[in-house]
């Protein structure tokens, strides 16, 4: 299981912030959120989103071990 938190308008969309989801790797995690919802599928998808895996930012797919923790961050602004 992996701990998934959102934040910004991508929990605002969801309606919430943290959940425990079971997925291999992060492709599969995305897939399955779109399922359940396909607004959040597509703004996670959206230019400027971000993943942290276990807080680190990363790119492109990668696997979850157990208690991974993947955090979606919204586009920033700001200066």
């Known amino acids: 299981?992996?701990?998934v938190l959102?934040?910004?308008?991508l929990?605002?969309?969801?309606?919430?912030?943290?959940r425990e989801i079971d997925a291999a790797s992060i492709?599969?995690?995305r897939a399955r959120l779109s399922e359940e919802d396909a607004?959040?599928?597509e703004a996670l998808g959206g230019p400027g989103v971000q993943v942290a895996l276990d807080q680190?930012?990363?790119r492109g797919d990668r696997?979850?071990?157990p208690g991974a923790e993947v955090a979606f961050l919204p586009p920033m602004s700001g200066g």
């Open 39 to 41: 607004r959040l599928g």
């Open 27 to 29: 492709a599969a995690l």
């Open 6 to 9: 959102l934040f910004g308008r």
């Open 1 to 3: 299981m992996a701990k």
């Open 11 to 18: 929990s605002d969309l969801a309606g919430w912030r943290e």
């Open 63 to 65: 696997p979850l071990g």
């Open 56 to 58: 680190a930012i990363v």
